[in-house]
């Protein structure tokens, strides 16, 4: 088929007969089944992250390829997106509807319905900030400093997706971020120093990382001067996991943990305005929660409480929000249809106050 | 679909050993990969389809008989002495019948001992389609980053799809739970890398024989069974005498005519054998302009000139369309795996190098292909592979 006589023999690179030889072998070999077309269920699955480093180099792959593979996972990105931002209740209505969004929204569900895992970033990369100058910390639920509100758990504190995304001095100068303790971390110590010394002065707290199987233990101590300094932190058990506060003495056994940030909106709520006053449950696919206000919220104006989770660090579902008709009693119960297990709810969640 | 793995230096030895069972299980496994080489390397030397299995099979016993003097010389030699046998019973063929036509084929030629290095670092690779891609992408476009899949993406995002870069930092930041976004820096330097640039280019500019008749046919592209149902119903009607009694799923062909896009671009038969085919419903001068409408909706040059203009604020994308290594690769992705001729090849290639300034003629195809530049650039890249 090949006309090789029209190569003149002094531009042969390979005799013809080799020539022939090797195109015999190349186009003779069988074709490889093409690997099928990522499913639906997996493209969702990788933008919720959660596949395996394989699953993902495969979507990417196919991605890459096919022009059609690639519309169908920005389509479904899109799609996540807004189904992020809508009420979790309507996720689950939507689910039930029969539409190219619903098929979305049922494997969203089910990626959502996963515990969430640890933070990729852990407090070695805050260290390694540190070390390059910028100041960085951590801020927590003012109000659960009163260790006494907070009867199943303690203090929580994680890295905020703002901090991860290249942004500490957001966490450090704003107010609406307004936590009680901030953490300092260089390489070498961590220092947990806060706004209101008088309330934390001679209280003993102890501080463990959270990582995907246990906690450990980073070190205890006394707050002196409105400040709790742990030294020798070692950085590689710092790699991965959310930094727990908790007063008191170390606990005989393990708690479930809930890491709550607080965000305070609009601007003008420069403090912290919500406590969980105990454990969220989820209890018939509705998270319960009972919550305190401060007197922050305005006490003559409607507005919303509204709250999301984080299915991973650096994405939240909005869960929904309550409507909250002028002063509410202190505390309130809440409720909303939520993934997950039943039981305690563990995952991060972030209180978001917002006047209607 | 079977697995084809190189066969190591021990099958050989086996074969050509003293036991008598083990040889023969080496040879079903030396015979699994020479049996197809057989039938693609006769296929045009020898028509008649029985003649060329009697053939095979009298080369096959050949082989078998002579096992035990056959001389150790690797893969390479081995392959050689499966060549030259069946070109030596192929002669035998011509002579009893004879028809001297191609008892001068210089494709019958013995591989030269100077040759046989290059046989030797290429035939392993041949055998799995799957590294020899890889090995080609290597070669032609540049090694690709342990990454490499999400870069391209991300410039297929960027570059094809018109994203802006903090989409693309989002969607390619997902995945696995440990992957991080890029950040705008990172993600500029993968848009800028050559190789990625190279791979961009290559996987936007090859259409596979499937994917093009799919597209010419206007089926969705993402439905690959759409095409297979399609040939099925064509076949069925081109079969019969009659006129079919459905009209066709497009408006734009009819179902002659959808036969004939199967034959030419799906199968990539010859004009002139399409012609002689007893189902073929159209003459001559109606597939000449068939294929001619075909050609001129051939998404290449547009998919260049498009590539072309959304890279154009990366510095070195142009040298990347440009240069011939893009345009090689391509060739002999068109060459090894679509099985096509230097036509149609240049067919596929030519008007869209052009379009970015690489003049691209059928001589150069000739010179890439028929003597074996390609083809030693390949061997020559797989024996630098070996040794590193």
Redo the contacts between chains.
């Keep these: ?7 003149s023999p002094e ?23 093409p690997p099928p ?1 990522p499913s639906l269920e997996l493209l969702v699955r ?8 394989e ?3 495969a ?3 196919a ?12 389509n479904v ?1 899109r799609t996540v997106k807004q189904l992020q931002r809508r009420p979790w209740a309507e996720v689950v209505r939507l689910s039930d509807e029969d539409s190219a969004e619903s098929q979305i929204a049922r494997a969203w569900m089910a990626v959502a319905a996963r515990p969430a ?1 640890s933070p ?2 852990g407090l070695a990369e805050l260290l390694r900030r540190g070390a390059e100058g910028a100041r960085t910390a951590l801020t927590v639920l003012r109000a659960a400093v009163s260790a006494e509100q907070f009867p199943r758990g303690g203090l929580y504190a994680g890295l905020s997706p703002a901090l991860r995304a ?1 942004a500490p001095r957001v966490l450090v100068e704003d107010e609406r971020m307004g936590g009680e303790l901030a953490l300092d971390a260089s390489p070498g110590h961590l220092e947990l120093r806060a706004r209101n010394p008088e309330a934390v002065e001679g209280r003993a707290a102890f501080v463990t990382l959270r990582g995907d199987a246990n906690d450990v233990r980073l070190g205890s101590g006394v707050f002196h001067d409105g400040a709790l300094r742990i030294e020798t932190v070692d950085e590689a058990l710092l790699a991965h996991g959310q930094l727990v506060v908790r007063f008191g003495d170390w606990p005989s056994q393990s708690e479930q943990p809930v890491l709550v940030f607080a965000v305070g909106d609009p601007p003008h709520v420069a403090e912290p305005f919500a406590t969980l006053v105990e454990t969220p449950q989820i209890v018939r696919g509705r998270l319960r929660m009972r919550v305190a206000l401060d007197d922050s919220v305005p006490a003559d104006g409607s507005g919303a409480l509204r709250v999301d989770c984080a299915l ?1 660090p650096d994405d939240w579902q909005l869960l929904g929000e309550e409507v909250l008709a002028g002063r509410p009693p202190d505390p309130i119960e809440i409720s909303f249809e939520a993934p997950g297990p039943e039981g305690p709810f563990d995952w991060p969640l972030r209180l978001h106050w917002r006047i209607l | ?4 793995t190189p066969l190591p230096d021990e099958t050989l030895r086996r074969f050509t050993g003293p036991d008598a069972g083990e040889a023969e299980r080496a040879f079903d496994r030396l015979m699994r ?1 020479t049996t ?6 006769l ?2 030397k020898i028509p008649v389809p029985d003649d060329r299995e009697d053939v095979i099979q009298e080369v096959k016993q050949r082989l078998w008989r002579s096992r035990q003097r056959l001389e150790d010389r690797g893969m390479g030699g081995w ?2 002495y499966v ?1 030259t046998t069946a ?1 030596r019973i192929t002669i035998d063929y011509f002579r009893e019948r004879s028809a001297a036509a191609s008892l001068d084929d ?7 001992d100077a ?1 046989l290095p ?2 030797d670092a ?2 392993g690779v ?5 590294r ?1 891609y890889r090995l080609a992408d290597a070669c032609w476009l540049g090694a690709p980053a342990p990454d490499h ?2 870069r ?2 991300a ?3 960027f570059y ?2 018109g ?1 802006p870069w903090s989409d693309v930092c ?3 930041g ?7 976004p890029p ?1 705008r820096r990172e993600l500029d330097d993968w848009l800028a890398d050559q190789t990625v640039l190279a791979h961009l280019a290559y ?1 936007s500019l090859y259409v596979s024989n499937d994917a093009l008749t799919q597209r010419l046919l206007g089926l ?3 439905d690959p069974e759409s095409l297979e149902r399609l040939a099925r119903r064509a076949a069925e009607i081109a079969a019969r005498d009659a006129e079919p009694d459905e009209a066709p799923p497009t408006e734009n062909w009819t179902w002659p005519e959808i036969a004939a896009i199967l034959w030419r671009f799906r199968h990539a038969m010859l004009l002139d054998q399409i012609v002689r085919l007893q189902a073929c419903r159209l003459d001559l001068n109606e597939l000449e302009q068939l294929f001619d409408r075909c050609r001129d909706l051939f998404p290449f040059s547009t998919t260049v000139v498009r590539l072309k203009e959304s890279t154009k604020a990366s510095p070195g994308a142009g040298d990347v369309l440009s240069g011939a290594k893009l345009w090689q690769r391509l060739v002999f992705q068109y ?3 679509d ?1 096509l ?2 036509r149609d090849i240049h067919d596929r290639t030519a008007p869209a190098a052009e379009a970015v300034g690489y003049q691209l003629t059928l001589g150069m195809l ?2 890439w ?5 390609l ?2 650039s390949l061997a020559k890249f797989a024996g630098r592979e070996e040794q590193a």
């Design positions: 088929m090949s006309p090789i006589d029209s190569v531009e042969r690179e390979l005799a013809p007969s080799t020539v022939a030889l090797l195109t015999a072998i190349a186009q003779s070999t069988p074709p490889k089944a077309a990788y933008v919720g992250r959660a596949v395996s480093p699953e993902a180099e979507v990417d792959r991605a890459g390829e096919s022009d059609d593979v690639r519309s169908r996972l920005v990105w895992p990729r970033e290249g991973q | 679909m079977s697995t084809v990969q197809p080489m057989l039938r693609s390397y296929q045009w392959w050689r060549k070109d210089p494709e019958m030629g013995e591989i030269p040759d290059d046989v290429l035939v041949l055998v799995d389609r799957e020899l899949s999400r391209l993406l410039a297929k995002l094809v799809d994203l989002e969607i390619v997902r995945g696995s739970p440990d992957r991080r950040s996987s969705p592209a993402g060459f090894a795996a099985t001729p230097h000739n010179v292909l028929s003597n074996g530049r083809m030693k």
